[in-house]
Structures are given as structure tokens and as C-alpha cells.
């Protein structure tokens, strides 16, 4: 059995794992990947989030791993679920809102027909990867999506605002190095250079996976605008967050 972990220094769940695999004497029986290296790899394999866990070559985990099922996975245990179709929705949705790439990407483009194509991601998050009704529950997910997707986006807006917010501040965390006062940070990054950062941030690489929507778009800059405005309102809050964080998996590495 081959079990290969798509990580990412900054990435606090990945941290957090390989704490975990160590401690359980687990650590040598995976192949981490470091997506930072590696990045057209993690492409070629359909990583949009890590860690990502591909075993014997199936994406079984995307974001969000449960360790405990991992470890019994990686001690040579058959490890399966039951899924429950009222909770199918809410479970894909708390992986999108996991992964930058995916909450970007469809808070932009409000394309689920599209999205639903990363199904190696749809049934990773959802548990339908270790399910044995994996064509039932993923058919039932993507009818409700694409017939209700706008109304779904609506109601997981919050988790999606503050999701792009402390993504788009952590990277200014990495480029500074320090915090910018509010006003210098906003002059350097008015509402049109942030719509462009967004639409590139979601799950582009070049031209592949890219979409850009026209500034002229009143639709799209009405939702970005709105981002913008959450952000302005919360960058403070935002910013004493990611630095804690930032801090903290300064330490987990050290130690590791």
C-alpha cells in the first residue's frame, strides 16, 4: 500500500498530522509531498487543498483528514462509511469553505456544473471515497448543487467572506512581514486590484483554471465588493488571527 500526503509548510492541518503520524510511530509509512516544491504534480494529481491523502493512488482525504480513520488505513484496516443524504451538502460545503482554491473559484464563477467535474475532491471531503454508494451519493450531490448551488452560496456566504478575508490577509502577512497600518494597505490594494487577486487566486495556474470577469461586470464586483467590505471591517480582527497562527506553525516546525 502506498500512501502519499500533499502538505504545505503554511498549511496548519498539515502540521498538525505529521504531529500526529510521529507521535504514533506512523511518520515512515507515508510519502509526503510538499505541494510548495512540487506544485505542477499536486496539479497533474487534482490537489486543491491539503493535506490532500492519496492511497494506492485514490484521493481519500482533501483538507480535513480523520486521523484516527488514517491510522487504521496505514495499519492495513478496511475502513468504510455510511453516508447520510441530508448531510451530504453540508459536509461538501465545509470542504469547500477548507480550501481557498474552492471557496475563490465558486464565489466568483457560481459554477457548480463545472466544479462538480473535481470529483476525486467531491468525494474526498464528503466521505464518499470510503463509502461503497459512491455513484448514488455523488449523482444525488450534484443534481441539488447545480439546480440549488446559488442558493447554497447564499447561506455559506459568512464562512466564505471570512475564508477569502484571512487568506487574502495571510498572504500579506507572508509578503510583509509585518502589518500594514489599514489605510496604507487599502491604498496599495484598492477594490479593482483585489477583484484581480481573487479572480487569479482561485484555482489558476496560468491560463489553466483561470477565469476573469470584466470590472464593467456589476454582478461579479457587486460580490467581490462585498468581500472588500467585510475585509475592511475585520482586518484587525483578521490580522491578530493569522499572526497567532503564523506563530504558532513557526513553533510546530521548529519542533518537528
Known amino acids: 500500500m502506498e500512501v502519499e500526503i500533499f502538505t504545505h509548510k503554511n498549511c496548519t492541518e498539515c502540521n498538525l498530522l505529521i504531529e500526529y503520524l510521529e507521535s504514533r510511530g506512523l511518520l515512515g ?3 509526503l509531498v510538499d505541494t510548495e516544491l512540487y506544485p505542477f504534480l499536486a496539479l497533474e494529481r487534482g490537489v486543491i487543498s491539503t493535506p490532500s491523502v ?6 481519500v482525504y482533501a483538507g480535513k483528514v480523520d486521523l484516527y480513520e488514517l491510522e487504521e488505513i496505514l495499519n492495513g484496516n478496511q475502513v468504510s462509511r455510511e453516508f447520510n443524504k441530508e448531510e451530504l451538502i453540508k459536509k461538501f460545503m465545509e470542504g469547500v469553505v477548507d480550501s481557498f482554491a474552492a471557496t475563490a473559484w465558486l464565489y466568483v464563477n457560481r459554477d457548480f456544473d463545472s466544479f462538480m467535474s473535481q470529483r476525486d475532491f467531491v468525494l474526498a ?6 463509502s461503497d454508494k459512491v455513484d448514488e451519493g455523488y449523482q444525488f450531490l450534484r443534481d441539488v448543487l447545480v439546480k440549488d448551488g446559488e442558493k447554497v452560496l447564499n447561506e455559506w456566504e459568512p464562512m466564505m ?11 500579506i502577512y507572508w509578503l510583509y512581514e509585518r502589518k500594514l497600518p489599514k489605510e496604507s494597505l487599502f491604498s496599495k490594494y484598492p477594490l479593482e486590484v ?5 479572480m487569479v487566486r482561485g484555482g489558476a495556474v496560468g491560463r489553466v483554471g483561470l477565469r476573469i470577469h470584466p470590472l464593467s461586470s456589476v454582478q461579479t464586483m457587486t460580490r467581490i465588493a462585498k468581500v ?3 475585509l475592511q471591517e475585520n482586518y484587525d480582527s483578521i490580522w491578530d488571527r493569522v499572526e497567532k497562527e503564523q506563530r504558532k506553525l513557526k513553533e510546530m516546525r521548529a519542533v518537528q
Open 29 to 31: 509509512k507515508v510519502k
Open 54 to 59: 492519496f492511497v494506492d493512488g485514490k484521493l
Open 125 to 130: 471531503v464528503t466521505g464518499l471515497a470510503l
Open 161 to 171: 467572506l471570512k475564508n477569502i478575508s484571512s487568506n487574502f490577509v495571510r498572504e
Open 194 to 198: 483585489f477583484a484581480h487577486w481573487l
Open 228 to 230: 472588500y467590505s467585510y
